[in-house]
């Protein structure tokens, strides 16, 4: 006696329930959930530039010495590296797409601090410098501007901070949604 088992469309029915909203949106708000952990803990990177998504116990690069002393007179020093405002960690957003969840920022210095880079210094940004010099609260925060409007070179080299990133218990986690999904298809 023999069974035929119809093992491609066994498959088919289960990977279905991965590519239902439910899942999806599931992955997702946990995936934003271990970003905004990483800027609490100040960075979980691999530390490996050519895998800037992959997640890791690499804290983030410290920020350089005059800005922290800047951050540190208006009192954010405590808030930790790219929490100035907080305003890149609150624009973290995701959305469903046709394969599955897209993760990201709309905010255009985001790539900078995921990627590292070089910013180029034009006239307009001294003269924004200026501006925040002249409208400082402290006196650390009008030498950091003075200084940055001042500075030599035409270039800021900004180092890498991958924020959007990805753990290792954040796949294993979004494995047991996938079975819990999977088994409710059942």
Do not use: C
Not at 3 to 31: C, M, N, V, Y
Not at 78 to 101: E, P
């Amino acid at each position: 006696m023999a069974t035929e088992l119809d093992l491609q469309g066994w498959l088919q029915a289960r990977a279905a329930a991965l590519h239902k909203p439910a899942f999806l949106k599931s992955s997702a708000e946990l995936i934003v959930s271990s970003v905004i952990r990483s800027f609490q803990l100040g960075g979980r990177t691999s530390g490996d530039i050519a895998r800037p998504f992959d997640g890791g116990t690499v804290k983030w690069r410290p920020v350089n010495t005059a800005y922290g002393i800047m951050k540190a007179k208006n009192g954010k020093a405590a808030d930790g590296i790219l929490l100035y405002t907080g305003r890149l960690r609150n624009s973290v957003q995701w959305q469903i797409t046709a394969t599955g969840i897209e993760l990201g920022t709309n905010l255009t210095y985001a790539a900078i601090h995921q990627f590292g880079g070089e910013v180029t210094i034009t006239p307009r940004s001294r003269s924004y410098f200026r501006f925040r010099a002249a409208t400082a609260k402290t006196k650390e925060e009008v030498s950091f501007w003075i200084g940055m409007s001042r500075k030599r070179g035409n270039t800021i080299r900004m180092p890498a901070r991958p924020f959007l990133t990805i753990q290792a218990e954040d796949i294993e986690d979004i494995q047991d949604i996938a079975i819990r999904h999977i088994d409710a298809e059942s």
